[in-house]
């Protein structure tokens, strides 16, 4: 399965994982245009930024993933921006300013994220 995997897997991209976190990351993005103008330089921003750093810390995991603590750490990073954003649709929700059918989405694809980077730390070998 291994060497499968990586032939598959030429760049970041290419990961599950990397394409799921862009895809929330664009529907957080187009939700949050909606939001109050007040919001604009506070959840607004602090979730955009949170959403956006999974897959830029993705990316950088990817290329240095010679160095498999330096891989594992950013694997870390991602799911720590992951809790983060988690936390920001929460306050979204009670805020009203999304309902709770589409908080429940998105937390479910973040917890989807949260067990694809916890299956690649496990299986970091296969990556490093």
């Known amino acids: ?12 991209r290419d990961l599950e ?22 919001e604009k330089y506070s959840l607004t921003d602090q979730m955009r930024r949170s959403s956006r750093s999974i897959c830029a810390n993705l990316a950088e995991g990817w290329r240095k993933r010679k160095y498999k603590k330096v891989f594992i750490n950013k694997l870390s990073d991602a799911a720590q921006e992951a809790a983060e954003t988690q936390t920001w649709l929460e306050f979204t929700l009670k805020c009203n300013y999304i309902d709770k059918k589409t908080f429940e989405k998105l937390d479910e694809k973040y917890e989807h994220i949260f067990a694809m980077l916890i299956t690649m730390e496990r299986k970091a070998d296969m990556f490093c």
């Open 1 to 12: 399965m291994g060497d499968s995997l990586m032939r598959k897997v030429k760049s970041v």
């Open 17 to 38: 994982v990397y394409r799921i976190a862009f895809d929330v990351a664009m529907e957080i993005y187009n939700l949050s245009k909606d939001f109050p103008k007040e």
